[in-house]
């Protein structure tokens, strides 16, 4: 009978190996082979990390059972010590970079390298897929039940890459002199990898405000990466009506103008004003007010300085105030089991009352205080002690969603320009405002884009890329994919301190107890069946 019915139980508490509808979606028409070799093999691994080698054999062994064209192998790529350096740098050059982990056995400690990847390959394409979710200041046991939590998202998102075609399309609105394209080159490249990707310009309103109108509405999201020239009432128009069409939107907006570049001369200060994009009107309909203010906290980024003279100057990390970095005790699919967002110079969102709803994504960290514009800010403020007691205005908004029917900042208003089945109330349609335009600015090394995210003077990755792919993700989702993120799983492990203090005691006690007790029933047996049988 079991040859012919087959079912499998989940009796865990929090169904960790039952697959999400959305996945079971990506995967049920499948009819060519999806090959994945996991890198998770090896005998030297920390038991944490053995933990995390076992829950991805269960759950690809739940998507094989889901349909039969998955395979996967779990493969030792540095078995042979004799070509290790030569597989290192081969994997490395494909992007699969190596992790040195600590491992603890027996109260010794050593190293161990890993390659914490997965390759999916169907019909002749092949993704990577990350198995390792990293976290600023995580513990090795923590690293593995955030990367837990985080596994069935990553294989679903693979899947999603190689069986879905792209179908969803993004403008990058340009002419109000958004960053130049090899400063966000590392994100939209990233965006290609699921969606269509056109850059957009709103020059031509000025001629042709209908055309662009329809051009625009072509677009199922755009993403104005900060603009630092303001939009006029013939651009506002457009982009209220694109909403109102239904169209998703992602702004990354500064309401004051301050670089850090800016701060790298001989004076080391600059001053920081507020700068006026039009767009205040804009926002303020829609519920939300982005004020010109900086948010400065004691939560923050480092910012890398030559201190000293001459040839006997160092690079040092220093506290900055105004490079928060900003979290989220949500679970939101966008922001749950993220990494910290790096901002530079953020200002505060206010949210307003209306009929939209409001999500706060991301915010500061409790010691904060905002400071007015115009306001001059030097680097000097790297050398003085802050004052905890100053950092008091507590947690600021960074970035929140909007989803809802927005009603048009033109309604009841004279119209720049006659708009042909003009509209006062939007579809249902979601629009996500983020107080600072660098969240999306990636480095450049020799004019080169490096990662976003991506701290060259620390070696720290920060969750930037993530958190906006999520962005754009939850915003254009129509499968639900984006909701397997918000799945929460406890991961339990042992006390490593405890296993080697009470080593010893287990060991006996596993080795011993069974035969005492196997020794007592055995002459319990004997003398009963003696009595028994000799009377």
């Known amino acids: 009978m079991s040859s012919k019915v087959y079912k499998r139980f989940d009796l865990t508490a929090d169904s960790r190996y039952t697959l999400s509808q959305s996945a079971i979606a990506l995967i049920e028409d499948v009819d060519s082979p999806i090959v994945i070799d996991v890198f998770l093999e090896g005998e030297d691994f920390p038991s944490e990390f053995r933990r995390l080698q076992n829950e991805t054999r269960q759950l690809l062994e739940e998507f094989a ?57 169907y019909n002749e394409q092949t993704v990577i897929i990350p198995l390792v979710k990293n976290k600023i200041g995580a513990t090795q046991q923590e690293l593995v039940s ?8 990553a294989f679903a998102d693979g899947f999603s890459k190689l069986t879905k075609p792209k179908r969803r399309k993004i403008a990058i609105l340009k002419g109000n002199k958004q960053l130049e394209d090899k400063y966000i080159a590392d994100f939209v490249k990233k965006l290609g990898e699921y969606y269509y990707i056109a850059p957009f310009t709103l020059d031509s309103v000025s001629q042709s405000p209908q055309k662009t109108l329809e051009g625009i509405n072509a677009f199922d999201l755009i993403i ?11 651009e506002k128009l457009v982009l209220d009506q694109y909403t109102m069409n239904g169209g998703k939107s992602l702004w990354l907006v500064d309401a004051i103008a301050m670089e850090k570049d800016s701060l790298y001369n001989d004076r080391g200060s600059n001053v920081g004003i507020p700068r006026d994009l039009n ?17 400065s906290t004691l939560f923050s980024a480092p910012i890398t300085l030559a201190m000293g003279e001459g040839s006997q100057s160092q690079f040092q990390h220093l506290k900055w105030t105004y490079s928060p970095l900003a979290g989220s005790s949500s679970n939101h699919p966008i922001v749950n089991n993220i990494n910290l967002v790096k901002f530079d110079f953020a200002n505060q969102i206010d949210t307003l009352k209306n009929g939209i709803k409001k999500t706060i994504l991301l915010e500061s960290a409790p010691l904060t205080k905002l400071e007015g514009t115009p306001r001059e800010v030097s680097l000097d403020v790297v050398t003085k002690e802050q004052d905890p007691k100053l950092f008091n205005q507590g947690n600021q908004t960074l970035a929140v969603l909007l989803e809802g029917e927005f009603s048009s900042a033109y309604s009841n208003r004279i119209k720049p320009f006659e708009v042909a089945n003009v509209k006062d109330q ?44 999520n962005a754009v993700n939850y915003l254009l989702d129509d499968n639900g994919l984006i909701n397997i993120r918000s799945k929460e799983i406890a991961v339990a ?20 107890l069974p035969l005492v007790l196997l020794a007592v029933f055995g002459f319990g047996f004997n003398y009963i069946r003696k009595k028994k049988y000799t009377s």
């Open 279 to 295: 767009l205040t009107d804009f926002f303020f309909k829609y519920g939300v007010r982005i004020n010109p203010v900086m948010v």
């Open 224 to 234: 104005s990466a900060k603009p630092t020239e303001a939009f006029t009432e013939e």
């Open 65 to 121: 059972a889901k349909n039969q064209n998955i395979f996967f192998n779990f493969i030792n790529p540095l078995a042979n010590d004799a070509n290790r350096d030569q597989v290192i740098q081969q994997l490395t050059q494909r992007g699969l970079t190596p992790m040195q982990l600590s491992v603890t056995e027996s109260g010794k400690s050593s190293k161990a390298v890993i390659f914490p990847w997965a390759l999916a390959s």
């Open 426 to 469: 939007s579809a249902s349609t979601k629009m996500i405002i983020i107080a600072d335009g660098d969240v999306i600015k990636n480095d450049l090394i020799r004019n080169a884009p490096q990662e976003l995210g991506f701290d060259r003077w620390t070696g720290q990755t920060y969750g930037n890329k993530e958190f906006l792919l």
């Open 493 to 512: 492990f042992l006390d490593q301190q405890k296993i080697t203090a009470q080593k010893t005691k287990w060991q006996l006690i596993n080795i011993l």
């Open 146 to 153: 955030n990367s837990v939590q985080h596994l069935e998202y």
